[in-house]
């Protein structure tokens, strides 16, 4: 019989799928393992055990349903260092927690069920996961398709309001700074009644109102477009009532102009006839039209040239003459810039882009100080930006440097749009592709040089991507795999690496990621993803040392929803209270807490009231100041703890979790080459620890005695080497580390011997 002494140091690439397993050949497979259950990887490449998740606060209003993915959802807030906010979303819902600045403890400021219109929240239990947001400064901006963009507004220290997104006004009320598309197909005319007032008719040379519902008194009254804005050339007018889908009836907000390109009168030398160039004008001859802004040109001043004046002969399409007040004494080309008023029909004509008629923006973003939107249900890959600085003015303007622009991703399908990521670039990921707009060198984005570059063809999923150490994570559609969107320097573009392919089976279907640098307690940077079904896969992630692994947390219940603060992380768990029915609990991960749901609570002679969190019947666990005590069941509120310490004031009081590190099967190389698949045994195993309270390998429990065996002292954590010695062959021998009480446990390193 022949032994071998395997080091197993370090456990740098986390939990790898079991389609690796049998990869003994692969640097990976030695710093890997076969499950890392509930701890986060080191630095120096052991694993410590997490922290639990204290409860915070129960949302008892919420009850559970399945076909939800989400109905609880939190989201961060921070308007300054001092004033750090977790919003939770639930059914048309948002209540908003304060961060204490001194202490860090959460409180609840306020409870949001209306805006400032006091009408119902938008964002119904089944739009949750699928909702998009971006702050800026005071302003939390909330996006889905199926409802114009919300606001949730900080008013002042624990105060805040919903309202509606508006768009700027013109001076005046004149025009609204919003996008237009023309809904319309190719051809279709506009034909208005008059250039003013109201109850004007409006009528189209082919089908295009919405006929909703029946008929009533001449009206559509359910029609959708009633309410809508249409763009008439350069003038807005607001649709009231719909008669057909080809008349309906409105109010002219503005006289109905054209502004025409500049310079657009020709003079001929000796005439009063002067050519106007007027694009698709829809005029016939004798048609009246009002001319102003028009400045001199041929002689003719402008007194001649404005004003009321009527169409002398229609030349094509584009052309048209009327008479003026003198006679010109050359041929030019000039006249300003001019405006014409009228209401022929007309081509020139758009519909408002937003609306619950051809849907609302599903994405949002701020970058190089503009808002983004992009992704209605008509236009889902089409992006928006505001004016420079002026997030409510997405008027198209000139293409001035510092206009709105509007751009299409035209790729020969449709991209439909579903995040923005301000990185590098602006990141845009669709169902389908990622795509960035490049920032030029000392150039911001502009309407001039815009374009919308495809990179990489994989497509995202609903939950919202995160910028994360230069790069960009996001959740690849069909819930399998995990990307990082970033640039290669030798290729000069982007790509999309696969961070989680080694632990492809970690990742189930996620519904909400988020990421913290430098954070629990430790030098490393996390990516935590919340799969649907109820585990949270943790990328750890170290690059100077080469940590870069998958573990997974599971808890009592259900992960339901996760964000992170800073370096403090929130979750919210689905568990079974004690009543047998499914509660949702607002939880932070707490590295000084052992349990899930924990808290620390006080009383008298042992016996404590947890009625706060626990109902009768629940069983939980129990830990003193020294040592696991157990499980005990609520029964009035309260837990009796006293036939074991009749003297204990305060416990911590939750839900244990287990831990779990199961290598990979451990083989040994011979001068014939490996065992893999031959009866070996392990013989004994050499366990490296820190601080460690309770410990089984293969079921073999570490006793851990009491300080100086003084069973009214703390256990003496176990800090140094421990034997354990096993009995039993196997052709896949594995080394199980676990716990027999949920106390704290971290394994640096381990020696198996084996015999073969």
């Known amino acids: 019989m022949q032994k071998a002494r395997i080091p197993i140091t370090n456990f740098q690439y986390g939990e790898i799928s079991p389609s690796l397993v049998s990869r003994t050949d692969s640097a990976i497979y030695n710093s890997s393992a076969q499950s890392v259950k509930n701890f986060f990887i080191r630095t120096e490449g052991g694993v410590a055990k997490r922290g639990g998740f204290q409860a915070l606060h129960d ?45 860090g403890a959460l409180s609840l400021a306020t409870t949001l069920t209306q805006d400032i219109n006091s009408a119902a929240l938008q964002w119904d239990q ?35 309001q919903v309202e509606q997104f508006t768009f700027q006004l013109q001076a005046g009320d004149a025009k609204t700074y919003q996008p237009y598309y023309p809904f319309h197909a190719t051809g279709v005319t506009l034909d208005p009644s008059a250039t003013t007032g109201t109850g004007i008719t409006l009528t189209t040379s082919a089908a295009y109102f ?54 657009a009168l020709r003079t ?55 008479t003026a007040g003198s006679a010109a004494n050359t041929t030019e080309d000039g006249g300003g810039n001019i405006q014409v008023v009228t209401h022929a029909p007309t081509q020139q004509w758009m519909e408002q882009s937003y609306s619950s008629l051809r849907g609302y923006p599903a994405a949002v973003g701020f970058h190089e100080n503009r808002l983004w939107f992009g992704g209605t249900l008509a236009q889902p890959d089409t992006v ?29 399908e449709v991209a439909t749009i579903r995040h923005f990521v301000s990185n590098r670039d602006i990141h845009i990921f669709t169902a389908g592709s990622e795509f960035f707009i490049p920032t ?31 790069a960009t994570i996001f959740s690849q559609i069909g819930g399998k795999m995990i990307r990082q969107f970033v640039f290669d320097d030798s290729q000069q573009a982007y790509k999309a690496d696969p961070i989680s392919l080694l632990s492809s089976h970690l990742i189930s279907d996620p519904v909400q990621m988020c990421v913290i640098s430098g954070a629990v307690n430790t030098a490393e940077s996390f990516v935590f993803a919340q799969n649907f079904t109820g585990e949270i896969a943790v990328y750890n992630l ?56 924990g808290n620390t609570y006080t009383g008298t002679a042992g016996v404590f009231t947890v009625s706060n969190f626990f109902e009768n019947g629940a069983e939980v666990d129990v830990i003193s100041s020294t040592d696991y005590l157990g499980k005990f069941t609520v029964s009035g509120g309260q837990i009796n703890v006293s036939a074991v310490d009749a003297s204990l ?60 065996n003084d069973f009214s002292q703390p256990r003496q954590a176990v800090t140094g080497k421990r034997e354990f010695y096993l009995l039993g062959y196997n052709k896949d021998p594995q080394i199980t580390v676990t716990q027999t009480a949920p106390m704290f446990i971290q394994v640096n390193g381990l020696v198996a011997e084996v015999s073969f």
Request: proline share 3%; net charge negative.
């Open 649 to 708: 004031t305060s416990c911590q009081v939750g839900f244990g979790f287990d831990v779990e590190l199961k290598t990979n099967p451990i083989d040994v190389n011979t001068a014939i080459g490996p065992e893999t698949g031959q009866p070996r045994s392990l013989s004994r195993v050499i366990l490296d620890m820190s601080e460690t309270l309770s410990v089984s390998v293969n079921n073999k429990k570490l006793i851990i005695r009491k300080v100086n």
């Open 126 to 160: 089944e739009y949750l996961h699928e909702m998009t947001y971006a702050q800026g400064g005071d302003v939390l901006f909330v996006c889905h398709n199926t409802f114009m963009c919300q606001q949730i507004v900080r008013t002042g220290l624990n105060s805040f």
């Open 210 to 263: 919405d006929t909703t519902g029946s008929q009533s008194g001449g009206n559509y009254a359910d029609s959708k477009h009633v309410g809508l804005t249409l763009l008439y050339h350069d003038s807005e007018i607001l649709i009231t009532s719909v008669q057909s889908a080809t008349q309906a009836t409105g109010n002219v907000v503005d006289e109905l102009f054209v502004e025409l390109i500049p310079n």
């Open 440 to 470: 030029f060198e000392n150039q911001p984005i502009t309407p001039t040089n815009a374009r919308v570059k495809r990179q990489t063809s994989f497509g995202s999923s609903f939950v919202r991507p995160q910028p994360f150490y230069g």
């Open 542 to 597: 170290n690059r100077i040392e080469g940590v870069a692994g998958w573990t997974r947390f599971e808890t009592n219940g259900s992960f339901h929803s996760v964000t992170a603060i800073g370096n403090r992380v929130f979750a919210v768990i689905k568990t079974n209270l004690g009543s047998g029915t499914k509660s949702f609990v607002f939880t932070e991960l707490n590295q000084n807490v052992s349990l899930d749901l």
């Open 268 to 322: 001929i030398d000796g005439s009063t006839t002067i050519e106007i160039t007027h694009v698709n004008h829809g005029m016939i001859a004798s048609d009246s039209i009002t001319i102003r802004n028009a400045s001199a040109v041929g002689g003719v001043n402008a007194a001649q040239i404005n004003g009321s004046r009527s169409i002398q002969k229609v030349i094509d399409e584009n052309r048209y003459t009327i």
């Open 384 to 412: 928006w930006a505001s004016k420079s600085g002026l997030y409510y003015n997405f008027d198209i303007g000139e293409a001035a440097d510092d206009d709105s622009l509007e751009l299409v991703m035209s790729i020969g």
């Open 59 to 103: 949302f008892a209003s919420v009850t559970e349903d399945t076909s939800i993915r989400q109905q609880v959802r939190l989201i961060p807030f921070v308007f300054s260092d001092d004033e750090q906010y977790v919003i939770a979303f639930s059914h048309q819902k948002c209540e908003i927690f304060f961060i204490n600045p001194t202490t």
